[in-house]
C-alpha cells in the first residue's frame, strides 16, 4: 500500500510560513532541489489543500520556459505538471494541470487512494495535513528544517489532543544547513501508547 508523506520546510521556531505567508527565508538551493527531485519525481500523487495548489500553480506550469531557469527548475516543472494531484477545497469548482477537486477529507476515500498502485502520495500545506492528522491518515513526515528563527507566522503544526509515536528513520543535512528529519508512524500498542 502506498505512504501519505507530509513534506514541510519549517523555521527552527516551527512556522511554515511568516505572519504574511512569505516564504522567502526557505533556503532552496540547487543541492537541495536535485534532492527533492529526485524523489519527488518517483510519487504517485501530489495531495494539496487549495492554498498550496494556487501558490503552485502561480510559477510551475511554465516555470521551465524562462531562459534562466536552472536544469532544477525546469525538471521540477515537468514534475509538477505531470503528477497527478488532489486539490482539497470547498471553494474552487475545477482545477487545471492534471488536478481533481475534492471539497472534504473522507478518510475512506483517502484509503481507497491509497490502496490504489504507484507512488507515494505527497501531502502539502499545514491545514490540510491537520485535517489528515486528524483522522491519523499520515504515515510518514519528512521535515526539512531551515536555519532561521522568523518569530511569528503560521505554525507547522496545529494544535491537538492527537498524540502520533514517530520513529526516526532518516536525517541529512544539507551545505546550506538545512536538515531533513524522516520520521514513520508507529503503530499504537493495545494499550493505545
Known amino acids: 500500500m502506498r505512504k501519505i508523506i507530509w513534506v514541510m520546510s519549517v523555521s527552527v521556531d516551527g512556522y511554515m510560513e511568516g505572519p504574511n505567508r512569505e516564504i522567502d527565508w526557505h533556503m532552496v538551493d540547487d543541492e537541495l532541489h536535485r534532492h527533492m527531485n529526485g524523489w519527488l519525481a518517483d510519487a504517485g500523487g501530489f495531495l494539496e489543500g487549495r492554498v498550496t495548489f494556487e501558490l503552485m500553480v502561480g510559477f510551475w506550469p511554465t516555470a521551465d520556459q524562462d531562459p534562466a531557469a536552472t536544469p532544477t527548475v525546469v525538471e521540477f516543472a515537468r514534475i509538477w505538471r505531470d503528477m497527478p494531484k488532489v486539490v482539497y477545497s470547498r471553494t474552487l469548482q475545477r482545477a487545471e494541470w492534471n488536478a481533481t477537486v475534492v471539497p472534504d477529507v473522507v ?3 483517502v484509503l481507497a487512494l491509497k490502496a490504489q498502485p504507484g507512488g507515494d502520495l ?3 500545506g499545514a491545514d490540510l495535513a ?3 492528522a486528524r483522522h491519523d491518515l499520515i504515515d510518514e513526515y519528512r521535515l526539512y528544517v531551515h536555519p532561521v528563527v522568523i518569530g511569528r507566522g503560521k505554525p507547522m503544526l496545529q494544535p491537538s489532543d492527537a498524540k502520533v509515536p514517530l520513529g526516526l528513520i532518516e536525517t541529512h543535512t544539507f ?4 536538515v531533513m528529519l524522516r520520521y514513520e ?3 499504537l500498542g ?3 501508547g
Open 107 to 109: 478518510p475512506a476515500e
Open 122 to 124: 505527497v501531502l502539502a
Open 130 to 132: 491537520a485535517e489528515f
Open 175 to 178: 551545505g546550506n544547513g538545512v
Open 185 to 187: 508512524r508507529l503503530a
Open 190 to 192: 493495545p494499550d493505545g
